[in-house]
Structure formats: C-alpha cells, structure tokens
C-alpha cells in the first residue's frame, strides 16, 4: 500500500506561484511513476504532470509546459510541482497520483484557486 499526502495550495493572484509537494509513504519502493492531476468543477481529471522511471522522464500537459516543473527527490518519496504564471484556468483541485504495477494510488487533493 501507498499513502500520498498533498500539501501547498491556497489562493493566490494570477502571474503568482505555487509549489505543491507530495509526500508517499508505505511500499514507496514499489513505486514507478508519479504525477499530478488536476479536476476542475464540472470537468474530468486531467494529467498535468508525470514522472516516470529511474531515469525520471517527465511529461506536461500542453496548457502547462513552461509554466509548471515537476520534480522529485532522490528516493522517490517526495514529489513537488512548482506553478508559476499561474491563470485563473489553473483553478482546481490538484492530486498526487502514485502507480504501482497495475495500480493507482491518490492522495486526497489539495485545493488551488487564482483569482484575476
């Protein structure tokens, strides 16, 4: 099992920053991928970032790239996603996902809002 705890969102004004982390813990060595998601009111949740494998291949969504940069510790037990540029259409609530083999694991979401 893996528990994934998120941490940093709040409120902030559109062109500010935020970094979100994420903490796992239990079988964390058994993990080979993980990433951020987002979900909006009324929308699906949606890959923002990912980072996968030893060599820590990272992939953005297209509304992201060179605004936002994910990375993680050394041991793979943290993860961050520093947001910087924010826009209002960043709103939602931001999830660490975790995958092991054939199974996800979330965390319970942490809520980012920029205001205009």
């Known amino acids: 099992q893996v528990q994934l705890v998120e941490s940093g969102g709040g409120l902030v004004q559109a062109g500010g920053s935020l970094r979100l982390s994420c903490a796992a813990s239990?079988?964390?060595?058994?993990?080979?991928?993980m990433g951020w998601f987002r979900q909006a009111p009324g929308k699906q949740r949606e890959l923002v970032a990912s980072i996968i494998g030893l060599d820590g291949t990272t992939i953005y969504a297209d509304s992201v790239k060179g605004r936002f940069s994910i990375s993680r510790e050394y041991n793979k037990n943290t993860i961050y996603l520093q947001m910087n540029s924010l826009k209002p259409e960043d709103t939602a609530v931001y999830y660490c996902?975790?995958?092991?083999?054939?199974?996800?694991?979330w965390g319970q979401g942490t809520q980012v809002t920029v205001s205009s």
């Open positions: 996902k975790a995958h092991v083999d054939r199974t996800d694991y």
């Open positions: 239990g079988t964390t060595f058994a993990i080979t991928a």
